[in-house]
């Protein structure tokens, strides 16, 4: 079969047992450090795809994905969630009324927020209901005065099902001040967990319980709450529901109240991805010693390619193809591996666990209690094709160092 010559030399070069035993050493330890890099590189990033799918699933399970919101509290909300079920990305539309706070309980006090929901929908748009360590959601009963709060909270105040505490909101008065304060007795009817810092500022009462306290009539609410099936188009989706329904309607989405965390978490994986980036290149750039130290035990025999006619293009191409097939050999068994690390990583740790009697993750510290991880091919294809490109600038010098030798000045002492 027919090969250009430049490949051929170059191939041969890459699999030849040499005579100088380091260069070879230097060669398999450059393919193996880039295999190593690309597998921590595909390893740790699909563990952070895998915590950020569990903050996303956990929180954004919690908070509304988008709210829409009239200018006065909604006498009869029916009308607005269904027409924002018209739209193909809203799944579900539910009553909601969202409040803020103080919670107050043996002289201890800690900011919550309030939501005001419907028990008997709220699990078309929420994920609390699976997530109830004591009590149960649908013990929030109008007129009761019954609250739901996270685990953190009732921690922080040794709370118990069956407990009481007041909640202080701020009223809109004729006082000098403008606003006093207005304090509600409640009754803790559930502990939610989510594992997420919402177990510490996020609490539920009933919808009617909310209007009462708002002065408002019993059944009037704040706004609907919309679960969409795409998270990132509630700005989108929101807004065009809002716009259909009237200037006097709003729309409010995750983006407002979770965007600055999410930001922060993809700038994390972003800055950590470079830093990992850093070994790869490392160990790329391993490839120009050993392609000098080639290039300085083949002189005469590059001089001897030139006297019988190989131009300095096919010296050079001949280095190249030497180079980027240390790299691409290293690159693609660092994928192989990373992406076999990265489906089974989770298993691992449990069998360390089992192994060792130690919880590397225990849920009472971190909010997840296995380590995720999600193989993205997209990070995969990125990593493997900056694995391909560093190895391959790695080959120019020392090719076009090769490129410059001469024939008479290699072989004077041949």
């Excluded at 230097?26 to 740790?44: N, R, Y």
């Excluded at 019988?308 to 280095?319: E, K, N, S």
Aim: hydrophobic letters at 50%.
């Amino acid at each position: 079969m027919f090969r250009p010559l430049s490949i051929f030399i170059g191939a041969r070069y890459t699999r030849a047992k040499r005579r100088n035993h380091f260069i070879s050493f230097i060669s398999m330890t450059s393919m193996i450090g880039l295999a190593l890099g690309v597998l921590a590189m595909i390893v740790v990033l699909s563990v952070m795809n895998g915590f950020q799918r569990e903050m996303s699933s956990r929180i954004l399970g919690m908070v509304p994905h988008a709210t829409i919101l009239g200018a006065r509290p909604l006498d009869d909300w029916q009308p607005v969630a269904e027409a924002a079920m018209k739209n193909p990305q809203v799944v579900a539309a539910v009553p909601f009324t969202e409040m803020e706070g103080m919670l107050s309980y043996k002289g201890a006090m800690q900011p919550i927020q309030i939501s005001g929901v419907d028990p008997a929908r709220e699990g078309q748009v929420s994920i609390v209901a699976d997530h109830i360590v004591q009590g149960r959601l649908d013990d929030l009963k109008p007129g009761e005065f019954g609250v739901v709060v996270g685990e953190i909270t009732a921690r922080r105040f040794r709370l118990n099902v069956g407990d009481k505490l007041t909640l202080i909101v701020p009223e809109v008065s004729t006082a000098p001040g403008g606003i006093t304060p207005r304090m509600q007795r409640l009754n803790v009817v559930g502990v939610f967990k989510v594992g997420a810092e919402l177990d510490g500022s996020m609490a539920l009462i009933h919808m009617a319980d909310a209007a009462q306290m708002q002065h408002w009539e019993p059944n009037q609410v704040q706004s609907v709450r919309l679960k969409l099936k795409d998270l990132y188009s509630a700005p989108q989706v929101s807004g065009a529901i809002a716009t259909g329904l009237g200037d006097q309607f709003k729309a409010d989405d995750w983006t407002h109240t979770q965007g600055s965390l999410f930001s922060a978490m993809k700038m994390e994986k972003t800055m950590i991805g470079l830093l990992l980036l850093m070994i790869v290149a490392v160990a790329a750039f391993n490839i120009i010693a050993t392609l000098i130290m080639v290039v300085n035990d083949k002189g005469a025999d590059i001089a001897i390619l030139r006297t019988i006619g190989a131009t300095p293009r096919q010296i050079m191409t001949i280095f190249m193809v030497q180079g980027t097939v240390i790299g691409i050999v290293g690159t693609l068994i660092g994928g192989i591996l990373g992406v076999i690390a990265a489906i089974n990583v989770s298993a691992l740790v449990g069998w360390l666990e089992r192994v060792t009697g130690q919880h590397i993750f225990t849920s009472d510290v971190y909010f997840i209690s296995t380590l995720p991880s999600e193989l993205q091919w997209f990070d995969v294809a990125l990593i493997c094709t900056a694995g391909f490109t560093l190895s391959f600038l790695a080959t120019l010098y020392p090719a076009w160092r090769a490129a410059q030798i001469e024939p008479a000045y290699a072989l004077r002492y041949e």
